[in-house]
């Protein structure tokens, strides 16, 4: 089951990632105000679900604009399209999708109603690429996977970050179907819990062992020699790189230092290479998500708090970068710097 889809009268339809794993509520989206308030609260999240919804987004604007001519719909798109990037800054995969819809709906040559009808399609169309990069992902990071290995992971990069089947647990999904043993340690992933709550749901929903843990045992398991690699995903891959969920750069250190491989498992929309670490706004959210855990207070009144939803791994403790294309090193990522263009 895809966590996103285009119903055929105009309406978006996704999982409310907030809910689970206790309740599987359907959200039905009808405009790009609503996508954007869904992506701002988190109830959609994960960088490459965000460019799907980001072009749903836009999808919804032209499905039920009333523009009279391509240049009202274009402006439509344009302001729409401002909305989408202001809902979080740091995942690159949302621009992406943003600025593909509009760089072709610039070009388009046909009237209004026929330039609606491209941009569902090409919204339509970044949703399949994702699963189809999903699965590429899995096939390439399976090879990277032995039978009995036990794999870290943080945060959640599965199907519910993408459209369907993920991308670091898509290369778990993958290694399994080719009849492995593989076991998942997760971490929690504080403040959110998205480890907890998503990865845990989505492993046990799948049948895959998985452990959870504390964001804090991640050395100790580590020492203990309880994991072999370790797998995650990314919300912007720049020059020097990699820019994922908050604990990932510890997690990184730690492995480099127990020389354990660390792999970073993401579609080519996550790669901004024109770019280095320094240029990209890490998102802080609010201080709430760190004082409260779930209706609980558990911290006292008036104590600061600072909250960076993303930290950032340098390339030099990434063993290998997993995408659609293959397996990249940091060679690999040094010499596609040069070609890249801006999302």
Not at 232 to 248: E, L, Y
Not at 249 to 277: C, G, M, N, W
Not at 333 to 338: A, D, F, N, Q
């Amino acid at each position: 089951m895809r966590t996103i889809e285009w119903q055929e009268n105009g309406t978006v339809v996704t999982i409310n990632q907030l809910k689970l794993p206790h309740e599987t509520e359907f959200l039905k989206l009808r405009t790009c105000d609503e996508v954007a308030e869904a992506i701002k609260t988190m109830r959609i999240r994960g960088a490459p679900l965000l460019g799907a919804a980001a072009a749903y987004g836009l999808a919804l604007t032209a499905y039920h604009s009333k523009a009279k001519d391509r240049e009202a719909l274009i402006r439509e798109l344009e302001a729409a399209a401002e909305k989408l990037r202001k809902t979080r800054p740091t995942g690159v995969n949302l621009f992406w999708a943003v600025d593909r819809i509009l760089r072709k709906a610039y070009t388009f040559k046909g009237d209004v109603h026929e330039l609606a009808a491209m941009v569902v399609e090409e919204a339509k169309r970044i949703a399949d690429e994702d699963v189809a990069a999903n699965r590429a992902i899995g096939r390439h990071g399976a090879q990277l996977l032995e039978n009995g290995d036990v794999v870290l992971t943080h945060c959640n990069a599965g199907a519910l970050a993408t459209v369907d089947y993920g991308t670091a647990l898509g290369v778990i999904r993958a290694a399994v179907e080719q009849g492995k043993k593989i076991r998942v340690i997760a971490t929690e992933t504080r403040p959110k819990l998205q480890g907890a709550r998503l990865t845990a749901y989505e492993l046990k929903r799948d049948g895959i062992p998985v452990t959870l843990i504390s964001d804090t045992m991640v050395g100790y398991v580590m020492y203990q020699r309880m994991v072999n690699k370790v797998i995650v995903g990314a919300d912007r891959i720049v020059q020097d790189a990699v820019i994922n969920k908050i604990g990932t750069y510890q997690i990184a250190v730690l492995a480099k230092e127990h020389s354990i491989p660390f792999y970073v498992a993401a579609p080519k929309s996550t790669f901004d290479l024109t770019r280095i670490s320094a240029e990209v706004t890490i998102e802080e959210r609010s201080p709430e998500e760190v004082l409260y855990v779930g209706k609980e207070r558990i911290a006292p009144e008036s104590v600061a708090v600072f909250n960076p939803a993303f930290d950032i791994t340098p390339l030099k403790y990434v063993t290998a970068v997993i995408c659609e294309d293959g397996i990249l090193y940091k060679g690999d990522i040094s010499s596609l710097s040069g070609t890249a263009e801006k999302p």
